[in-house]
């Protein structure tokens, strides 16, 4: 019998987490079934019970739902407890829910082994201070950064990130109606600004020599990436890598096998 898996979240119709992992299975000929469920806000306890029920033994948890699954998750891995937010839910014999976040390690490994890119020391700028920018913050403190910047449309959110993740090292909200944020050498997008079209309303220069990404990939990053190009970035990426990267160390929990990206990142 295949092994059942599945990605909750609302919107899920165009997630391609299923083509992901069936994908990656293929490569240890592991018989594996990945389905999509919507599901919305509220009822992700009762609908993941009733997964692991019909013989589900994990799922991947996307917007807007990855705060809800660490908080009904019986034990939680660092990454996910210091986000307080889970992205992989793995069902134990005994009924318990474990919950990790992969996205920031999945933005790490990009980052690194795939961009090349150097991550000691960097200074690093953030727009967007919603749960995205959450789920990734922990990793980047743990990899030898010098800094974070956070800049928010509602600075008040900004400012409450960087008070809880102040513990894990320095971190600071920027005002950028007041000051410049400094100088960055790598800016990430987690705003959700561009499923709507909208690039960051900041000036351009703050992207001028630095490496650029978006969490988001496709279209929806299209805005940023065209911002970041015009202000002069020294390089220019969609959050694609980041997804498959994050799928992968989700399959490596489950599978305890990590799976070859390269085909995926290179279609
Ligand atoms: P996600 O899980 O995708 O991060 P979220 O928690 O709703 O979703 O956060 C969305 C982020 O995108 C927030 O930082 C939000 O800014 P606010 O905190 O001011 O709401 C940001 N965002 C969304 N639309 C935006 C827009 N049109 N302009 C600027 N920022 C925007």
Known sequence: MAALYCVMGDPIEHSRSPEIHRRFAAQFSIALEYRRINVQPGSLPSMVRRFAEDGGLGCNITVP???????????????????????????????????????????????????????ENASILIIGAGGAAR?????????????????????????????RFAPLGAIRAGNPEAET?????????????????HPPRLPRSLAAGAHCIDLAYGKAAEAFMSWARRGGARSTHD?????????AESFAIWHDRHPDTRKLLNP
Not at 74 to 103: E, K, M, V
């Open 65 to 119: 739902l990855k705060e809800e699954a660490a908080a009904l998750s019986d034990s939680l891995g660092d990454g996910a407890r210091q986000a307080g937010a889970a992205n992989t839910l793995s069902f134990g014999d005994n009924g318990r829910i474990h919950g990790d976040n992969t996205d920031g390690p999945g933005l790490l490994r990009h980052l690194r082994v795939n961009l090349g890119l150097e991550l």
């Open 135 to 163: 789920g990734i913050i922990p990793a980047l403190m743990g990899a030898n950064i010098a800094k974070i910047t956070l800049v928010n449309r509602t600075r008040k959110r900004a400012l409450e990130l960087a008070r």
């Open 181 to 197: 944020p400094p100088p960055a050498d790598l800016v990430i997008n987690a705003s959700s600004a561009g499923l709507a079209g």
């Open 239 to 247: 959050g694609w890598g980041m997804l498959v990267e994050q799928a």
